[in-house]
């Protein structure tokens, strides 16, 4: 589960592969996660969901490329909702894990 794993080491908490997590966004009573973190993981597990529910016909899963893509993108979107609110500092002390992420990828890993 690589986008388990990229969303761990964004939150700098190492969470196994746990059904709750994949089916709800929410970890387990005994992983302590500050409200950032347990923001940010909901975040990107429901986008996970999401793109299984949209791929489920496909003959391929969605790929770790394509889940990376899609968090690039609703997290303009989330920008822009924390900017209109005039929160843009919660919207960075929960994103910019992510963010740096994103600006350390390199282009050709996001085609697949």
């Known amino acids: ?8 080491t964004r939150i700098h908490h190492n969470i196994p592969p746990n059904p709750i997590i994949a089916v709800f966004g929410v970890a387990p009573e005994w992983v302590s996660l500050s409200n950032c973190q347990s923001h940010s993981l909901a975040f990107a597990t429901l986008l996970a969901c999401r793109l299984i529910l949209l791929k489920w016909k496909d003959r391929t899963p969605p790929s770790h490329a394509h889940w990376v893509r899609d968090v690039m993108a609703h997290l303009q979107l989330e920008e822009l909702r924390y900017r209109s609110q005039g929160c843009v500092n919660n919207y960075y002390k929960i994103w910019q894990p992510f963010l740096d992420y994103f600006k350390k990828l390199p282009c050709a890993s996001l085609t697949a």
């Not at 589960?1 to 761990?8: G, P, Q, R, V």
């Open 1 to 8: 589960m690589k986008t388990l794993d990229t969303a761990s």
